[in-house]
């Protein structure tokens, strides 16, 4: 149970005095007796005794010196370790490791860092797993910049998870960054949600790296009130964020509302999103460097102000904005592909921008020109803006598709195909996909030459 320091108490005193009738004249409180009224007596105790409980509700870690070990009593303001009903409050001074030698027989209600500035590590050296499993909540990160760490040395599993919510940036929470790294470290679980910045937060990152695994039942990245630059990213080879539960009961969502500006979720090169949830870009950016994202039976939709940049993989039920203005780059910095499997590709509403470098000789899709390789039907709709900044235009009879798709559904008309930095070359939609063809006159010697036979397709002219 934690201590009760002075201020406390003064606190708690006036809210008792509050509820005690006072004399009028003096105004000190009066003590109730044996013939004050049985419920005013009774709502008293229940008062005090809810007052209590909230007081003793957080008990901090103050450790100064010996073990760091969680389940050390001494470490603990109050000298107990938190119950199942209390929070376990981390705001330390100076750089600190907890550690976990094994699963906690008793675990906490919720666990809060609302260290400031420092660095917090939260380690498993156990030789077995090892399991921390706060009944309701987690909150990383309820004060400012804060270095949280959650790692394994020992062998076996380090699973640190909560019942509730998984918060990185709670409310008020600004540049708090949480790392959780290794093969064998688990944060979440598949009945939490998962969120970074909860309300009012700013800056706040979580990472997964190295093959460690982030666990959730949905997530949100910038959830309200001008939470902005907020930032989960995945790195390394076999980290994973997997999004369980019922099948699209929740969903990813980044950038809830307007104010919620600038949010990022980043899955770089060997790291994957593994959901039975659908993704939501509202009000933010899907960054995809190399890696992949696989939605099953769910859709990847996007607003007004929703951003997909990069290469990698992508799989989804439908891929579609409900509103115009959505952006996906491909290739982002220099040039890239961007494969999608989907029932459908709704250009409606979404602005493709693709680049053209080099495409003499013999040039390589996703290497020399951006590619968007689409395994599903793409619906006519929105537009196209082609870079040719530094681009060199093919020659020969080869033609490359910018995009490919299965089918095509919708008039070529619908799709608005702009070229900026350039002159814009010839292309054609064929059946399979959108072409830049070699120049006419160039195309035109070759076939009397060799009596070869053009693709069929609607060839337009700059």
Known sequence: MGVLHTNTYNTMKLQVNFLMPTN???????????????LTHSLLLIAVILMVNTIHAQVLWNKTSGTNDYTNAANWDGGAVPTASQTAAFNTNGDQTVQFNASLATNPQNLTVGTTGNTLTFNSAGAAQTVVNAGANMIL????????????????????RSAGSFQVGGTGGNNNTVTAQGTNVTVGSANSIVIVGFDNSSGNTLHIKDGATLSSGGGTIGRANGSTNNIIRLSGTNTTWNVGGTAGANNITIGVSAGNDNNILTVESGAKIASAQP??????????????????????????????????????????????????????????????????????????QLGIG??????????????????????????????????????????????????????????????????????????????IVPEPAVTGLLLVAGGLVSLLGLRRRG
């Open 141 to 160: 990160g309820s004060s400012s910049g804060a270095n949280i760490i959650i790692q394994k040395t020992g062998a076996g599993n380090f699973i640190f």
């Open 24 to 38: 009028t004249t003096s105004n000190i409180p009066i003590i109730p007796t044996m013939k004050t009224n049985t």
């Open 279 to 352: 993704l939501n870009v509202y009000r933010g950016t899907v960054h995809l460097d190399n890696g992949t994202i696989n939605l099953t039976n769910q859709a990847l939709t996007f607003q007004a102000a929703g951003r997909l940049r990069g290469q990698g993989t992508i799989t989804a039920s439908e891929v579609k904005s409900t509103a115009a203005g959505a952006i996906v780059e491909v290739g982002e910095s220099g040039f890239g592909a961007l494969n999608v499997t989907a029932t459908n590709w709704n250009n409606t509403n979404i602005a493709l």
């Open 358 to 435: 080099d495409m003499s000789g013999s040039p390589i899709a996703g290497v020399n020109y951006d590619w968007l390789n689409i395994n599903g039907t793409f619906t006519y709709g929105g537009s196209l803006t082609i870079d040719l900044t530094n681009a060199i235009l093919p020659i020969g009879t080869n033609a490359y598709a910018l995009i490919n798709w299965t089918n095509a559904l919708g008039s070529t008309n619908n799709l608005s195909v702009n070229f900026i930095n350039g002159s814009t070359p010839d292309y054609e939609f064929r059946s399979d996909g959108f072409y």
